[in-house]
């Protein structure tokens, strides 16, 4: 279907929701030309003819306001915007949008319908808003990254991530990132909230990106003593037998490779794939870690261990 038609259709479709700020919007057009012949033929009173004015007036501003917002959110957003990208706005930036427009039509009806000066305003706007400003700059630091959040989209709702913090690490799926902090449903079925400017300053490792599937890691150490054919061989089948629900997946194939040699022994790696929407981090690892101990007990074996060796011998002088 050519662009111009899907335009056109998904404009039918949200068109639902103009409905009635257009009907509000031409009647109060239509009340802003008619209020003055009937209020002298219903001889109200003056003062009561200028409130009725006004509050027509606003009307039509604020009406006018709410169709161009959601002409935009129809047409930009949800149409050119989607289309073009092939995702759904940020949120919050269609808020600022709207947001923007309003503080226009309040302009608007500042220096039209109560004649004042619009540049006044926004100038004592402007020194009471730096005041503003020093109080909750903490607050607008975190709408700031907010809006760099949304643009960039390192992250979005749905994606499995690792906020790294010199406290730990959080690992859990992103809710939400609104005006002020990002929330998470951690592993441990609990919803933390992280500032959005703290989001920015962070490293965090996004699970599902490029694709669905991650890679993780687990190092082993077993003795000297235990060949290195033997020791592979325990591990890859240790990591073969957690393949299913809570497991590794079978494609890419889980492999035990060796890392390095130690003061302990000798360190194998263990990698394996899991998609962390079907199976979350923590119960891979957990999965792992119980299956290479069940299959190296089975062994006759046990992961390595700091060892000191003690001879005993007579002193000179015994």
């Given at each position: 279907m050519p662009f111009t038609l899907k335009l056109a259709?998904?404009?039918?479709?949200?068109?639902?929701?103009?409905?009635?700020?257009?009907?509000?919007l031409v009647s109060a057009i239509c009340a802003v030309v008619y209020v003055e012949p009937l209020a002298g033929q219903w001889q109200i009173d003056e003062a009561w003819q200028t409130?009725?004015?006004?509050?027509?007036?606003?009307?039509?501003?604020?009406?006018?306001?709410?169709v161009v917002s959601r002409l935009i959110r129809v047409l930009v957003w949800d149409g050119i915007f989607t289309?073009?990208?092939?995702?759904?706005?940020?949120?919050?930036?269609?808020?600022?949008?709207?947001?923007?427009?309003?503080?226009?039509?309040?302009?608007?009806?500042?220096?039209?319908?109560?004649?004042?000066?619009v540049v006044g305003i926004w100038a004592t706007s402007s020194a009471v808003g730096?005041?503003?400003?020093?109080?909750?700059?903490?607050?607008?630091?975190?709408t700031a990254s907010g809006i760099a959040l949304n643009i960039e989209r390192p992250f979005k709702p749905g994606d499995w991530v690792n906020v790294h913090t010199r406290f730990g690490e959080h690992i859990g799926r992103v809710i939400e990132t609104n005006w002020?902090?990002?929330?998470?449903?951690?592993?441990?079925?609990?919803?933390?909230?992280?500032?959005?400017?703290?989001?920015?300053?962070?490293?965090?490792?996004?699970?599902?990106?490029?694709?669905?599937?991650?890679?993780?890691?687990?190092d082993f150490t077993l003795d000297f003593s235990v060949e290195t054919e033997r020791g592979l061989r325990i591990l890859n089948a240790a990591l073969r037998?957690?393949?299913?629900?809570?497991?590794?997946?079978?494609?890419?194939?889980?492999?035990?490779r060796i890392s390095g040699v130690g003061e302990n022994g000798i360190t194998y790696k263990a990698r394996y794939y899991i998609d962390p929407v079907v199976t979350s981090p923590s119960k891979a690892r957990h999965s792992v870690i119980a299956s290479v101990m069940e299959h190296v007990g089975r062994a006759g074996l046990t992961l390595a261990y700091?060892?000191?060796?003690?001879?005993?011998?007579?002193?000179?002088w015994q």
């Amino acid at each position: 279907m050519p662009f111009t038609l899907k335009l056109a259709a998904r404009f039918a479709v949200g068109a639902r929701p103009l409905y009635l700020p257009l009907v509000l919007l031409v009647s109060a057009i239509c009340a802003v030309v008619y209020v003055e012949p009937l209020a002298g033929q219903w001889q109200i009173d003056e003062a009561w003819q200028t409130a009725i004015a006004h509050a027509i007036e606003m009307t039509v501003w604020l009406s006018a306001a709410l169709v161009v917002s959601r002409l935009i959110r129809v047409l930009v957003w949800d149409g050119i915007f989607t289309h073009t990208m092939g995702r759904e706005p940020p949120r919050l930036i269609v808020q600022l949008g709207g947001i923007l427009i309003f503080l226009l039509a309040v302009s608007g009806i500042m220096g039209v319908v109560f004649e004042q000066s619009v540049v006044g305003i926004w100038a004592t706007s402007s020194a009471v808003g730096v005041v503003i400003g020093l109080a909750v700059q903490n607050l607008i630091l975190d709408t700031a990254s907010g809006i760099a959040l949304n643009i960039e989209r390192p992250f979005k709702p749905g994606d499995w991530v690792n906020v790294h913090t010199r406290f730990g690490e959080h690992i859990g799926r992103v809710i939400e990132t609104n005006w002020r902090t990002t929330r998470l449903w951690t592993t441990g079925r609990n919803v933390i909230t992280i500032p959005n400017s703290f989001m920015t300053t962070t490293i965090v490792t996004n699970y599902s990106m490029p694709g669905s599937i991650s890679r993780f890691e687990l190092d082993f150490t077993l003795d000297f003593s235990v060949e290195t054919e033997r020791g592979l061989r325990i591990l890859n089948a240790a990591l073969r037998g957690t393949i299913g629900d809570r497991g590794p997946l079978a494609e890419p194939e889980p492999k035990v490779r060796i890392s390095g040699v130690g003061e302990n022994g000798i360190t194998y790696k263990a990698r394996y794939y899991i998609d962390p929407v079907v199976t979350s981090p923590s119960k891979a690892r957990h999965s792992v870690i119980a299956s290479v101990m069940e299959h190296v007990g089975r062994a006759g074996l046990t992961l390595a261990y700091p060892k000191n060796d003690v001879f005993v011998a007579r002193m000179p002088w015994q």
